[in-house]
């Protein structure tokens, strides 16, 4: 599969974004996705995953409650909906997926993906 992010841009502190992740083929439902991001000089960091179906959904702490995760089967497409955006949440965005039956706590490690996005950069002005 591969995966185009797209969405990211400049916003003032306490804007909202949307990045979105296409993926092309039509076995998009069979990949369980997931959000990474790298600051300047940091190393990459889950931000939220989601399975197949929709059904499970997980996000790391830092931004639980202002970033929803979302996907559209049909559309071959996962968001990420960022409210609250504060400066630390500057990073290049990555999106990922991977060709498992279930979501686990595992794929909060990058390494259990196989698919790679380009990333977008957001950056959060204070």
């Known amino acids: 599969v591969r995966l185009q992010a797209s969405g990211g841009g400049l916003v003032q502190s306490g804007g909202s974004l949307r990045l979105s992740c296409a993926a092309s083929?039509?076995?998009?439902?069979?990949?369980?996705m997931g959000w990474f991001r790298q600051a300047p000089g940091k190393e990459r960091e889950f931000v939220a995953g989601i399975s197949r179906s929709a059904g499970t959904t997980d996000y790391a702490d830092s931004v639980k409650g202002r970033f929803t995760i979302s996907r559209d089967n049909a559309k071959n497409t996962v968001y990420l909906q960022m409210n609250s955006l504060k400066p630390e949440d500057t990073a290049v965005y990555y999106c990922?997926?991977?060709?498992?039956?279930?979501?686990?706590?595992?794929?909060?490690?990058?390494?259990?993906?196989?698919?790679w996005g380009q990333g977008t950069l957001v950056t959060v002005s204070s």
């Open positions: 083929g039509r076995t998009f439902s069979s990949y369980v």
């Open positions: 990922a997926a991977d060709r498992r039956l279930y979501y686990s706590s595992s794929f909060r490690e990058d390494h259990e993906y196989d698919y």
